[in-house]
Structure formats: C-alpha cells, structure tokens
C-alpha cells in the first residue's frame, strides 16, 4: 500500500487548508484510517481517525472544532479539513491506514501504512 498526502503549504493564522491522501496499490476492502502530525523537536501525535464500520471519527482536544476527518467519494481517499488554523497547527501531517480494521485507531503505533507527510505551516 502506498499513501500519498497533499495539500499542505503556508496559510496565515485563522485561515483553511485541506489536506487529501490517495492509497493506492494493494488496497483493501475494509482499513482504518489516519491523520498525525509532527512538529519541529516534537513527537509525533495523533490528530484524528476515521472507521471504516460507520466512519464514526476521534480527534485529538487540540483541533476538536476546528478539523474535520472524512473519506472522500473513493474509499481509498482521506481528507482532513483544517479551518482557524493556529500557528501551533504548523507541522508535517502524516496519513495512516490499518488493512482489515473496522475500529478508530489513535495510536501510531497501530497503525501499518504511512504516508510521506505533507508540511502545514501557519503564520501568526
């Protein structure tokens, strides 16, 4: 499975942006899937996650409100909406996916596939 993110880029604080990942090559018929982040000297953390069963979804306290996590049209695509961006947001963000898990995954650890990371970088 390869995961490729997009969407990233440079916004000013209170702006929008929205982050797309396309799963391709051996793709599955039921994964979990995901959304973390890194920022510069921090580690990774969750942000937000998505069943395949009801596509019932979790975030992280810091972005409640504010990001929205949903599939795309084709089951194979993830988005994240990110409004009233804060300069905190800024961070590479990471798309995740778990083959054969109908459950909302939050640690990293659980997930298998990672995509390369899309960079988000907010001004204040």
């Known amino acids: 499975v390869q995961l490729q993110a997009s969407g990233g880029g440079l916004v000013q604080a209170g702006g929008s942006l929205r982050l797309s990942c396309v799963a391709s090559?051996?793709?599955?018929?039921?994964?979990?899937m995901g959304w973390f982040r890194q920022a510069p000297g921090k580690e990774r953390e969750f942000v937000a996650a998505?069943?395949?069963?009801?596509?019932?979804?979790d975030y992280a306290d810091s972005v409640k409100g504010r990001f929205t996590i949903a599939r795309g049209n084709a089951k194979n695509t993830l988005l994240l909406q990110m409004n009233n961006l804060k300069p905190e947001d800024t961070a590479v963000y990471y798309c995740?996916?778990?083959?054969?898990?109908?459950?909302?995954?939050?640690?990293?650890?659980?997930?298998?596939?990672w995509g390369q990371g899309t960079l988000v970088t907010v001004s204040s």
């Open positions: 995740a996916t778990k083959p054969y898990n109908l459950g909302i995954l939050t640690q990293d650890y659980e997930y298998e596939y």
């Open positions: 090559g051996r793709t599955y018929r039921s994964n979990a």
């Open positions: 998505i069943s395949w069963r009801d596509d019932s979804t």
